[in-house]
């Protein structure tokens, strides 16, 4: 899970953002600093496929590319190109992302160890089915922002084998939301490989702003050891993370794609968002769901109700 404090954050909405985010996390309230339309509940995430058309391309390309009246005109990679495209094209399925009740669950410190292990479990699916995309695809541009010091699945594995054990790959199975998003990125990987950037995208750069503070957190609420069992959310190779970003988008920006591939990734880009909030719904419901409905019903059925 993604969920984000830039230690210098750079850009608007910045000053205040550090603080809201530590009250958010104190205050148990779910905030969304990405959504400028407030929160957009998970009770009304649209399903699966869905594909933000509203939210994102109400401007074209060249629009979104030029400054709005009165806007300043900056250098920071993040307020042009393919990058603006993204913050604003995704900036609804980000808010729903926020709102799921295990991401919101997590930040009030009610957050369980079997939830977030099974959290790591499925991340695991999804970053070996990502990783294993960006090592074999031909695609120059993925390959041109897949930087080692981004890889994610020997952290996991290391967080796997704190929870789990030394055998932990054989008390491992992919959810069917896991297996869901493996199965698109492998599908991706060999149809339109340029839409794996919506991939690195969502994912890296969610951990990336994310990274320090969500393991910090995790620590606290789990009661973990310092840095046992959330490897995951450090960087240990990317020593200056807003730099590391600036540089990705740079890159990003500079890629040699049309406006309809771009808005493909854009689409991509909240269909990513979407599986994510699946896995995040599969926490929700277990194992606290299934044991509720089993203890429901017999106190039914011993109720004569049933
Ligand atoms: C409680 C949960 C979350 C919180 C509080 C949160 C918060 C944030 C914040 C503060 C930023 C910096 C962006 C800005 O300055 O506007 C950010 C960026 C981002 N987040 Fe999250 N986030 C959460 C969950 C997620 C999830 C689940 C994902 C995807 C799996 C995600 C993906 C991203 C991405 C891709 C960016 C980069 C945005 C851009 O610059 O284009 N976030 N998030």
Request: one cysteine or more.
């Amino acid at each position: 899970m993604t969920a984000h404090v830039g230690q210098s954050m750079p850009l608007r909405r910045r000053a205040a953002r550090p603080l809201l985010i530590v009250g958010a996390a104190m205050m148990a309230l779910p905030l969304c600093w990405r959504a400028g339309a407030g929160f957009a509940g998970a009770a009304t995430a649209p399903p699966l496929g869905w594909q933000s058309a509203t939210a994102r391309h109400a401007e074209p390309a060249a629009v979104a590319e030029r400054p709005a009246a009165g806007q300043e005109l900056t250098d920071n990679p993040r307020k042009q190109g393919l990058a603006l495209m993204l913050d604003d094209g995704t900036r609804k399925s980000h808010s729903m992302a926020e709102n799921t009740q295990f991401v919101t669950g997590f930040f009030k410190g009610l957050g369980d160890k079997a939830s977030f292990s099974q959290l790591v479990a499925s991340l695991y699916f999804v970053y070996e089915a990502m990783e294993t995309a960006f090592e074999t695809t031909a695609d120059q541009q993925v390959r041109t922002l897949d930087y080692p010091a981004l890889r994610r699945l020997a952290a996991i594995e290391e967080d796997l084998a704190y929870f789990y054990g030394p055998d932990w790959r054989s008390q491992i199975q992919p959810t069917a939301g896991a297996r869901l998003y493996a199965e698109r990125v492998a599908k991706v990987a060999a149809e339109s490989p340029e839409l794996l950037i919506a991939h690195q995208y969502t994912r890296y750069l969610g951990d990336l702003f994310g990274g320090q503070m969500m393991g910090g957190m995790a620590e606290k609420s789990l009661g973990l050891e310092s840095g046992s069992g959330t490897s995951f959310y450090r960087f240990r190779d990317i020593p200056d993370p807003m730099a590391f970003i600036t540089e990705w988008y740079t890159k990003l920006n500079a890629l040699e794609l049309s406006t309809a591939e771009k808005e493909a990734i854009v689409d991509e880009a909240n269909l990513v968002f979407r599986l994510n909030i699946e896995i995040f719904e599969e926490l929700e419901g277990s194992p606290f769901a299934a044991v509720w409905q089993l203890f429901s019903s017999s106190v039914r059925s011993s109720l004569g109700l049933a």
